[in-house]
């Protein structure tokens, strides 16, 4: 018997894999279970497989087939749970069968499976708008008269506490999960179990918004070709694409260009997530639970004092609770997902009534970080922009361990939210001179990277540690002079904690630079060697009798002469360039323009050299034709030339980034320069800024001695 089952399974499981519908019929007409049959060793039906194989045709008339005595078996569950709307749920054509099974079975919308989810989530977690909208319209029906908890246990809420908004925006689902967002806004601020709102999630995938993304020349260029259009279809998978003038030649032939096609998903995908962030943001009010705005009465400029007597009672010298050194040591080490996935407290209550914006927003919360400071972190600009327009105040906000925005903006390496928040004077002025509970200033976060820190992709440790630098120098311009002596707990110096913090990066810096400018040395002298040769073995030779170049009348030679001359100069400038860089003392602050300077300026000579041993040797080329001399030797000077042009492309995407990290100096040099009365210069910040916080009654008060007793907590 168990044979003949398997016998008839097997060709069930062939039929359906060649879409043959006649034979899978015929076979489930001849069993008494008819569609119902168990044909998997995972306990699914023929209505399970011909589902999930998106047969709809096929799943219609199984259905049709199927005795009225069997309708009480619709509700057959497979192993992990899934009933056949379960299945359907997971693809917009099998809407129309969903449908139907509603219709004979409608217990199917309310079933769970082990995971304790129901259709409508499983629909949400495949991102199907279509059978989406089914769905919830039959569930707004059974629902009509539930409370909106209830509502949410029955259909929008699986064990784990993930509702469909959460899974929708973790599948990156973001057109479905606006219209969810939309539909049911009292699912916006719940949390899931680790404790996340929806615009939680959001804040922490960079990759889903253009700010996050870094693409190259050609990318950027392609996506500025494509633009999306206005009607966006409920799928979500037939949206049209609209190229400009240039590229619109291709759609007018007909073809598809799996490039332009990609970049039309992509930038659909950027403006479906900040749409979505629009909708969310509103309801966020997270930002309003935050610590105190403590100051510290005076700045830390010594070691000199006891801390036994400020933390009798458990307070640190802002009046703060205090925290030890062992938790400092701690909270370095912590990964950015355990930074951002802290627990919560349990779901507060909504209010049950109008469905206003009031009643929905986020419960109060004890830690984790809230959307903003996520958004920081992750370096999205569009969610930071959005935050501060719809709520401004909500840059105050300071998080468990008292720090701002700015302290998580220099922490988590993300300039350019830095440069947003400090490029508003009366938001700078109120930021830039708070510590957090160990006491580091802004300037100390220059020494503090989040564990697992991985730096932009650039050539070279000593191109990453002058970024470092310039991220200090950058923090230290819109810092209080006397920041740059202030201690934190440690008793560090933000000056000292950047150089222990960076000790290793210095170590490789430092072997990396020497051992780039012994190798370029080498080549540097190896050029000079044959540049210097060149000048006595000059093509076509001398003139037996007058010792005069023969070819010295030709308009080639005098090419030949100069370029091998420059290449020569040049060459032995860059040997001195790179010894002097051998010679250094390699001091941290050496890294910032020196160094840097000195290697772009070799490497520049190092290349013109090269480049003019390439013109000099086409020029001997030429004179070489010229004088019908043997092919040969043209040959040789041929093969001699590629691996100079090979070293000139090898070498050039290490000059391009020196080029770019050499901005700095320039744009020094362009500061100092005068200017005329008539063409305004607007500096990074107003010199106005730390005027002023003289004139505020929370600044510190300087004391210029050593003081030998701290015991009074300011």
């Known amino acids: 018997m168990d044979s003949c089952d398997d016998k008839l399974n097997t060709e069930l499981y062939k039929a359906l894999m060649k879409g043959d519908e006649q034979e899978v019929i015929q076979l489930c007409r001849s069993i008494p279970e008819g569609p119902l049959r168990i044909m998997t060793i995972h306990m699914d039906t023929v209505l399970h497989m011909a589902t999930f194989s998106k047969q709809a045709d096929l799943v219609l008339k199984l259905l049709e087939i199927l005795p009225e005595t069997h309708l009480n078996m619709l509700t057959l569950q497979n192993d992990a749970g899934n009933t056949i709307l379960h299945e359907a749920a997971t693809s917009n054509c099998t809407t129309n069968a969903a449908r139907e099974m509603f219709n004979k079975a409608p217990e199917l919308l309310s079933l769970r499976n082990l995971l304790g989810e129901t259709p409508i989530f499983r629909a949400a977690r495949y991102g199907k708008h279509r059978v989406f909208e089914f769905l919830a319209d039959e569930a707004d029906k059974v629902c009509a008269k539930m409370t909106e908890e209830r509502r949410i246990d029955a259909f929008f809420r699986r064990t784990d506490g993930t509702t469909i908004l959460h899974i929708s925006v973790l599948a990156e689902h973001f057109v479905l999960a606006g219209s969810i967002a939309t539909r049911y806004p009292y699912l916006i601020n719940l949390l899931d179990d680790d404790g996340m709102t929806a615009l939680q999630l959001l804040s922490c995938n960079p990759l889903a918004f253009q700010s996050g993304c870094q693409h190259g020349f050609l990318k950027k260029l392609i996506s500025s070709l494509v633009s999306i259009k206005g009607d966006n279809t409920k799928g979500g998978d037939d949206q049209g694409v609209q190229v400009c003038k240039p590229v619109s030649f291709i759609s007018d032939l007909g073809w598809r260009s799996p490039m332009l096609e990609a970049a039309r998903k992509e930038k659909a995908r950027y403006e479906s997530a900040a749409k979505l962030a629009w909708l969310l943001i509103p309801y966020d009010t997270t930002w309003k639970n935050t610590n105190p705005r403590g100051d510290r009465g005076k700045p830390k400029t010594h070691r000199y004092g006891s801390r036994a007597s400020l933390n009798e009672k458990g307070l640190g010298r802002d009046g703060s609770q205090s925290l030890t050194l062992g938790e400092e040591e701690k909270e370095n080490h912590q990964e950015w997902s355990q930074e951002s996935n802290k627990s919560f407290t349990e779901r507060g209550g909504e209010e049950e009534g109008n469905e206003t914006l009031e009643d929905y927003t986020t419960p109060i919360i004890k830690t984790g970080e809230t959307p903003l400071f996520l958004a920081t972190m992750s370096g999205i600009r569009e969610i930071v922009e959005q935050i501060l327009d719809v709520h401004p105040e909500a840059i105050e906000h300071i998080n468990n361990k008292g720090r701002n925005i700015l302290h998580v903006a220099i922490k988590y390496r993300q300039i350019e939210m830095f440069n947003l928040v400090v490029s508003n004077e009366m938001l700078a002025r109120r930021l830039i001179n708070k510590t957090d509970n160990w006491g580091n200033s802004l300037l100390h976060m220059t020494g503090k990277k989040r564990s697992g820190y991985l730096a932009e992709i650039i050539q070279s440790p000593a191109l990453q540690l002058q970024k470092e630098l310039l991220l200090f120098e950058r923090v230290k311009e819109v810092s209080r002079t006397y920041f740059i002596k202030h201690l934190n707990e440690n008793k ?68 030949f002469t100069l370029t091998d001359v420059i290449s020569l100069t040049f060459s032995l400038t860059s040997v001195v360039t790179f010894l002097s860089i051998l010679t250094s003392s390699f001091r941290l602050q050496d890294f910032k323009n020196s160094l840097p300077q000195k290697l772009m300026l070799g490497f520049t000579f190092l290349i013109l050299s090269v480049s003019m041993m390439m013109v000099a040797f086409a020029a001997t080329i030429v004179l070489m034709i010229h004088n019908k001399e043997r092919w040969t030797k043209i040959v040789l000077y041929s093969v001699a030339f590629l691996p100079v042009t090979l070293f000139a492309i090898s070498y050039s995407p290490l000059y391009l980034s020196l080029l770019e990290a050499c901005k700095y100096p320039f744009k020094l040099l362009l500061n100092a320069c005068p200017r005329s009365n008539c063409v305004p210069f607007q500096p990074r910040m107003n010199n106005k800024l730390l005027e002023d916080e003289n004139m505020r009654g929370d600044s510190f008060s300087i004391k210029p001695h050593k003081s030998h007793s701290n015991s009074n907590p300011v």
Do not use: M
């Open 492 to 559: 560090q110096t933000p000056e000292e904690l950047f150089a222990a913090t960076y000790y290793e990066l210095h170590t490789s810096a430092t072997d990396w630079l020497k051992r780039t400018s012994e190798n370029c040395t080498i080549v540097a002298v190896l050029i000079a060697t044959v540049a210097f040769a060149a000048a006595y073995t000059i093509p076509g030779g001398p003139n037996q009798a007058t010792g005069l170049p023969l070819l010295l009348s030709q308009p080639f030679f005098v090419i």
